[in-house]
Each structure stands twice: as structure tokens, then as C-alpha cells.
């Protein structure tokens, strides 16, 4: 069960759109519509962004969304504000109830 | 309103045994669907997740940790220990304890502060 695979950080100014994409395999990412999203500041413990793909739960801004195309799933925050700042995590669900986490990606705002 | 609290040792030694106790509220884990899952993160590094447990008391591993945890449940404190044994530097990271409800099953949405290990000699 190898880390799904996140760039290191993407960067973009606000008001514009960033895609985080998240990659695993046909075990993984690929087999089951169960990928969740992270948003971790410092010092702070992660909080639910997305599940299911590309569910929101109440009380999420719309401008995060997620997506998934084989084995790759993304999230795309739009209209991107000064508070995104921060580390994203992605999560899959691996198989006989195990969980894999991707590496993190940091994203700044310029 | 959902809580979890982590507690535990903030320094172990080499070789030694680390266990954790994740205290919550707001829910119970004997009600159908809930679990509670801990996930540690080494300083400035990815999440790890480590082990799950359900309220049927089904028990969930990571491969390549199997060997050295354990995950119990105590439903009437309201609590959730891990246990890791042989601990190596390497394991030194914040470990966080993460409920599972059963409508967002697939993910953690509630999490605790975190807990800080060191382990080192």
C-alpha cells in the first residue's frame, strides 16, 4: 500500500484557480469513489474538505470541488482567497477497510 | 457537537511502548456505522493512517504497521487506545485520533487536536 502522490505545492494569485491532483492506482484511487480532501493549516489538526469524490460537507464553501478520472483524482479550489493557504491531503480508501494518504501538497497564495 | 481528545506519553524511549487514549463525545462507538481511526503525521511530512476501529469491534491495519499496533475500544469511558510497540525515532510525529461517522463513511471528519510523540533516548 504505497502514499498516493500529490505535487509538492502549487501557487497561484487570488481570485484564480488551482488544481491539486492526486494519484494513485487501480488498488486504490482507481477502484473506489471514496476519496476524501484535507485542508491542514499550521499547527492545526486537518479538517474534511470533500468525500466521496466530490461531496461537500455542510458548511464547505462551494468553491471547493473534486473530481476523479482513473486513477487520478483533483481538487480545485476556485475563486482562490488568502485563507486557502495551507496544506491539502487527499485520502483514499484502500481496500479491505484500510486507508492511504497522499503526501500533501502546499498551496500558497501569491 | 462531536470531540476527541488525544493523551499519552510526550516522550518515549527507543524499544519502549507507546500508548495513546482517544477520549470523545458526542457520539457512541456501539452505535452501527461509527468508528474511530488514528492517523500520525511526522514533523513537517505526510498523514499517515495507522489503524481504525468500528463499533462492531472490527479492526483495521496498516500493512506495513500491522505488526506492531493495537487498536482497542472501551465503549463505556468513551475511548480508543492505541498501542504501538518497539518504537524507533522514526516514529516520532503528531498522532491524531479521527471519528468515522456512518454517513460520510468513507472519510474523518471529525478530528482531535493532535498529540505530539518524541521518541529518543
Known amino acids: 500500500q504505497s502514499a498516493l502522490t500529490q505535487p509538492r505545492s502549487v501557487s497561484e494569485s487570488p481570485g484564480q484557480s488551482v488544481t491539486i491532483s492526486c494519484t494513485g492506482s487501480?488498488?486504490?484511487?482507481?477502484?473506489?469513489?471514496?476519496v476524501s480532501w484535507y485542508q491542514q493549516k499550521p499547527g492545526k489538526a486537518p479538517k474534511l474538505l470533500i468525500y466521496d469524490v466530490s461531496e461537500r460537507p455542510s458548511g464547505i464553501p462551494h468553491r471547493f470541488s473534486g473530481s476523479k478520472s482513473g486513477n487520478t483524482a483533483s481538487l480545485t479550489i476556485s475563486g482562490l482567497q488568502a485563507e486557502d493557504e495551507a496544506d491539502y491531503h487527499c485520502c483514499s480508501y484502500g481496500g479491505n477497510y484500510t486507508r492511504v494518504f497522499g503526501g500533501g501538497t502546499k498551496v500558497t497564495v501569491l | 457537537q462531536i470531540t476527541l481528545k488525544e493523551s499519552g506519553p510526550t516522550l518515549v524511549k527507543p524499544t519502549q511502548t507507546l500508548t495513546l487514549t482517544c477520549t470523545f463525545s458526542g457520539f457512541s462507538l456501539s452505535t452501527t456505522g461509527v468508528g474511530v481511526g488514528w492517523i500520525r503525521q511526522p514533523p513537517g511530512k505526510a498523514l499517515q493512517w495507522l489503524a481504525l476501529i468500528y463499533w462492531d469491534d472490527d479492526k483495521r491495519y496498516s500493512p506495513s504497521l500491522k505488526s506492531r499496533l493495537t487498536i482497542t475500544k472501551d465503549t463505556s469511558k468513551n475511548q480508543v487506545v492505541l498501542t504501538m510497540i518497539n518504537m524507533d525515532p522514526v516514529d516520532t510525529a503528531t498522532y491524531y485520533c479521527?471519528?468515522?461517522?456512518?454517513?460520510?463513511?468513507?472519510?474523518?471528519?471529525?478530528w482531535g487536536q493532535g498529540t505530539m510523540v518524541t521518541v529518543s533516548s
Open positions: 487501480s488498488t486504490d484511487v482507481g477502484h473506489y469513489d471514496y
Open positions: 479521527a471519528h468515522r461517522g456512518p454517513v460520510l463513511a468513507s472519510a474523518f471528519d471529525i
